[in-house]
C-alpha cells in the first residue's frame, strides 16, 4: 500500500514541479522582455520582476568581468550599495527627459524606479558574491 502511495505521489508531485516550473520560465521570459516594450503597452508588475532578473543577470556577468571589489574597505562597499543605485536612477530619469524631449521612444527602463531597481540588484549579487 506504501509502494502504491509513494508512486502515486511522486509521480503527481514530478507533474506538479513540472508545470510549476514552467510556468515560472514562462513569467520569467515574459518579464525579461516586458522592460523593452514601448511605454503605452507595458504590465508594470512583469516589468519590475524583468528589472530584478536583468539586475541580477548583469550582476552576475559582471562578476565574471571583474571577480573581486575594486574597494577591499567594507564600509566602502555599503555605500556603494546605496550611493550607485541612486546615480544610476538618476541617470535613467534624466536619459528619460532627453529622449522625450527629443520625441525618441522611451522604454520602461528609462525611468528612476527601474534604474534604480536595475542598479541596486546588480550591486547586491556583486555585494554577496565578489571576494
Not at 532578473?53 to 573581486?68: D, E, H, M, R, T
Request: aromatic residues 16%; proline residues 3%.
Amino acid at each position: 500500500m506504501e509502494a502504491i502511495f509513494e508512486l502515486v505521489f511522486g509521480l503527481l508531485w514530478e507533474l506538479f514541479a513540472n508545470l510549476v516550473f514552467q510556468l515560472l520560465v514562462e513569467l520569467g521570459m515574459r518579464s525579461l522582455v516586458e522592460p523593452f516594450r514601448k511605454s503605452d503597452r507595458r504590465h508594470p508588475v512583469l516589468a519590475f520582476f524583468g528589472t530584478i532578473l536583468l539586475g541580477s543577470l548583469a550582476g552576475v556577468a559582471s562578476l565574471w568581468i571583474v571577480p573581486n571589489h575594486i574597494f577591499h574597505l567594507k564600509h566602502l562597499q555599503g555605500y556603494g550599495l546605496v550611493y550607485a543605485p541612486l546615480l544610476c536612477g538618476a541617470t535613467m530619469a534624466g536619459l528619460r527627459r532627453l529622449k522625450e524631449s527629443r520625441g525618441r521612444q522611451v522604454f520602461f527602463l528609462d525611468s528612476f524606479t527601474y534604474g534604480y531597481t536595475f542598479a541596486l540588484f546588480m550591486s547586491l549579487v556583486r555585494f554577496y558574491r565578489a571576494g
